[in-house]
T-cell receptor, first 115, second 112 residues
């Protein structure tokens, strides 16, 4: 298993540009999430999905869109990049279940710089 | 969801046990305590989790107090590669799915 993969690893954007961060997992996990991490801070949840066709907002959703057309893929779209979106973005997945018995697996991250 | 409180930093000598504390005084009965760590801004790595009983795996031990208001992560023989930020997380769960709420964690530095 490759686990959770993310592309690209690094990206530089100009203000106003749009782009899509890719995330894929091969563990047949239903739950997938996107987090951002700013320097010296913990991760903050952007959007998450509990299965194909179902998405919901996290703590900091503004400026980002997601979709979940397949179980494997969960892309994150920046509609119009802003310098405040400069961050490291992590994708995560975990299996279905109840009562917090499952663990989340994280991808290696995408480092985004918006000029 | 329950909040957690951790010291911002700790030091440990290589080969000694590292004991990382966490307070979660508002934890509810069906919330689990999770520990993750993050090395050099890599993706967070799962370490261990528990509900009431103490837990042990190949990486660490988790000691949860009887009232569940605090816990301690124990790395029995810390190595230089254990230097990382350690996050104590209470797993928030709602009907539409579960998610993790990260705090700022504890920067553990293992010294030679």
């Amino acid at each position: 298993n490759a686990g959770v993969t993310q592309t690209p690893k690094f990206q530089v954007l100009k203000t106003g540009q749009s782009m899509t961060l890719q995330c894929a997992q091969d563990m047949n996990h239903e739950y997938m999430s996107w987090y951002r991490q700013d320097p010296g801070m913990g991760l903050r949840l952007i959007h998450y999905s509990v299965g194909a066709g179902i998405t919901d907002q996290g703590e900091v959703p503004n400026g980002y869109n997601v979709s979940r057309s397949t179980t494997e893929d969960f892309p994150l779209r920046l509609l119009s990049a802003a310098p405040s979106q400069t961050s490291v973005y992590f994708c995560a997945s975990d299996s279905t279940g109840t009562s917090g018995r499952e663990t989340q697996y994280f991808g290696p991250g995408t480092r985004l710089l918006v000029l | 969801d329950a909040k957690t409180t951790q010291p911002p930093s700790m030091d440990c000598a290589e080969g000694r046990a590292a004991n990382l504390p966490c307070n979660h005084s508002t934890i509810s009965g069906n919330e689990y305590v999770y520990w993750y760590r993050q090395i050099h801004s890599q993706g967070p790595q799962y370490i261990i989790h528990g509900l009431k009983n103490n837990e042990t795996n190949e990486m660490a031990s988790l000691i949860i107090t009887e009232d569940r208001k605090s816990s301690t992560l124990i790395l029995p023989h810390a190595t230089l590669r254990d230097t990382a930020v350690y996050y104590c997380i209470v797993r928030y769960e709602e009907t539409s799915g579960s998610r993790l709420t990260f705090g700022e964690g504890t920067q553990l530095t293992v010294n030679p």
